[in-house]
């Protein structure tokens, strides 16, 4: 991605996770002379709590339907993009540190007979957010498997009455200039906004998260709430979500309008389709050496799948 000014990062460019876990052991050790500016400035990809508390951790041997692992905690919300921060993937669990994502609002408006502004403790409340292990695919070509909480958007969505010309969803994530830097780049077309088709909307996979391995939601990762599609490219999944709009029209989205060849409205994950700019046909998983062959709807084909009857995937990518 970052598509405007800098060639984009190749897929093959991700730490090893010997690496992170190198430094994360580099970062306990330095640990005392915390506070120094130089190292305040080289090392922390960490939240400063993060290398003293102990991380969440998943239930020994919990897996995702198709019996892989989780991704480490660590690898979660310490490789990320979340361009309003940087373009730095490594940077943003810093950046975002202090960012505040309690209390958060959520406004749910246009072509629905019940407009209304929920706050994320709200959604909470009525919705009983429950854990939803998926897969995360990057148009980068890296994935990741992630213990979400969250609950199915449809369940918003159905409170809110969408009326019959309602069509499609738009998403829009917060800007808070003060607190994201990477807002004063003029080179993307800020808000970040995404858009699912309206029955894309309701499926059942399609959650607002509102956690992740049993606990918050970091900031980095998208809090206060934020959406998550798994059987399409991540971008798609769009973090901070403050305006859900049901519309008529299909929604303009960022990252369609840098780059509409790149990166489609419907932005499935095939992997007989490459991205102009190299091959989708395997991914590496965040913590393993090895390529894994991606899957068709990021293995959510059955489910999935129906969705698109009569469509040409290729051209709808
Ligand atoms: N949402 C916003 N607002 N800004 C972003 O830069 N990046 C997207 C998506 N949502 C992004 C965003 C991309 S490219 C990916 S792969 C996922 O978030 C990454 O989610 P994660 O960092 O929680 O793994």
Not at 96 to 114: E, M
Not at 200 to 206: F, I, P, R
Not at 244 to 268: C, H, K, M, Q, V
């Amino acid at each position: 991605m970052k598509k405007p000014n800098i060639p984009s990062i190749p897929p093959s460019e991700i730490t090893p996770k010997e690496v992170y876990l190198t430094r994360r052991e580099f970062i306990k050790a330095a640990g005392v002379i915390a506070g120094s500016l130089v190292l305040a400035a080289c090392v922390p990809n960490l939240p400063e709590d993060a290398s003293t508390q102990p991380a969440p951790t998943a239930a020994p041997g919990k897996t995702d339907e198709l019996g892989d692992a989780l991704t480490q905690y660590e690898d979660i919300t310490n490789y990320v993009n979340y361009y309003e921060f940087t373009t730095n993937k490594q940077g943003v669990a810093r950046l975002a540190r202090d960012f505040q994502t309690s209390p958060w609002d959520v406004q749910v408006y246009g072509l629905v007979n019940k407009p209304q502004t929920f706050s994320v403790d709200d959604l909470v409340r009525r919705y009983q957010p429950e854990e939803r292990i998926y897969r995360l695919r990057c148009v980068e070509a890296w994935s990741m498997v992630i213990p979400w909480v969250g609950f199915p958007l449809a369940k918003l969505l159905k409170d809110v009455e969408p009326t019959a010309d309602a069509k499609y969803v738009r998403f829009e994530t917060i800007m808070r200039p003060d607190d994201m830097p990477g807002l004063e780049s003029p080179l993307y077309p800020w808000p970040y906004q995404e858009g699912l088709r309206l029955d894309e909307a309701l499926h059942d996979l399609t959650i607002l998260a509102t956690g992740l391995y049993g606990g918050e939601l970091p900031a980095q990762n998208g809090g206060g709430i934020r959406l998550v599609v798994p059987w399409k490219y991540g971008f798609k999944s769009i973090k901070a979500v403050v305006k859900i709009e049901l519309t008529a029209d299909e929604p303009s989205t960022l990252w369609s309008r840098i780059a509409p060849n790149e990166y489609g409205f419907y932005a499935n994950v095939n992997p007989n389709v490459d991205h102009p700019r190299w091959s989708q046909a395997s991914e590496r998983r965040i913590g393993e050496n090895d390529r894994r062959k991606t899957l068709m709807f990021n293995g959510y084909a059955e489910q999935v799948a129906h969705l698109y009857a009569g469509m040409d995937l290729a051209k709808f990518y």
